[in-house]
């Protein structure tokens, strides 16, 4: 008998944040089905649910699993959910009005979403800040300097100096 992983009643849609598509059977492909049981499994950390296809009759067993909390912790101490669509919004300022390939960007946040992931479920700001900035480094030297000035809180022009001698002297 098929197991499938299930959350909620039913699949989460790809890239459609909590948006759920109703449970297919994996024997007829029939767009729903019932729940028979439910009772809770691994000491309390899935739910195990016995379905029935009303097309085909039958059964199959789905879990139903919390995921892990990926957060982070900001300098000032509080924390907070990841959230790439944070990461896109801070490459997307540094990258403004520049020559970057299509697709560099949606790549540089899913690998930051990638590395946190493996090194979660608690990671720091400053080492997202830095993903990025290796990140924006490779695609783009002006979007690695707007987003360094902003990270890491440039004072002044000698800041830029510094950052653009140590950028050159990386290369």
Known sequence: MPEQEGVGPGRVAPGAGNLLLPMHCPFCDAPDTRVVDSRPAEGGGAIRRRR??????????????REAAL????????????????????????I???PVP???????????????????PEINSSQIG??????????????YLRFASVYKEFAGTRDFQQELAALEGRE
């Open 52 to 65: 029935e296809c009303p097309e085909c009759a039958n059964r199959f067993t789905t879990y139903e699993r």
């Open 96 to 98: 403004a009005d520049r």
């Open 130 to 143: 830095g993903w990025v900035l290796e990140g924006l480094r490779r695609v783009d030297e002006v979007a």
């Open 102 to 120: 299509p697709g560099a960007v949606e790549g540089l946040v899913r690998d930051v979403e990638m590395l946190a992931q493996e090194n979660g």
């Open 71 to 94: 957060v982070v912790r900001k300098r000032n101490g509080t924390v907070q959910p990841f959230s790439a669509a944070k990461v896109l919004r801070g490459v997307s300022f540094a």
